[in-house]
Nanobody, 117 residues
Framework: QVQLVESGGGLVQAGGSLRLSCAAS????????MSWYRQHPGKQRELVAR???????NYADSVKGRFTISRDNAKNTVNLQMNSLEPGDTAVYYC???????????WGQGTQVTVSS
């Protein structure tokens, strides 16, 4: 089992920055990918950014150049630095990990990010 605890959401004006953090505990040695997803009201969850154990990353087109995902394997944390925030970034952000053993993925509880215009 893996437990995920997120922090760092909040309210910010357009153009501002926020940093989300997610701390993993439990069977962390099974974690492969660490990711951030977001869910806009009434829409499906979408991938924002993902980072592999080796540090390779991929991003949604909508956040490229503005968001940066990073990972500390020693501390079992994943962070999402969000700059130049836009009202369209308003959503609930979820930490997500993929693991080598079942159930193969876990979700955090979610943290609200609100960007005012």
């Amino acid at each position: 089992q893996v437990q995920l605890v997120e922090s760092g959401g909040g309210l910010v004006q357009a153009g501002g920055s926020l940093r989300l953090s997610c701390a993993a505990s439990g069977s962390v040695f099974t974690i492969i990918f660490m990711s951030w997803y977001r869910q806009h009201p009434g829409k499906q969850r979408e991938l924002v950014a993902r980072i592999n154990r080796d540090g390779s990353t991929n991003y949604a087109d909508s956040v490229k150049g503005r968001f940066t995902i990073s990972r500390d394997n020693a501390k079992n944390t994943v962070n999402l630095q969000m700059n130049s925030l836009e009202p369209g970034d308003t959503a609930v952000y979820y930490c997500h990990v993929n693991t080598m053993t079942g159930p193969y993925f876990y979700w955090g509880q979610g943290t609200q990010v609100t960007v005012s215009s």
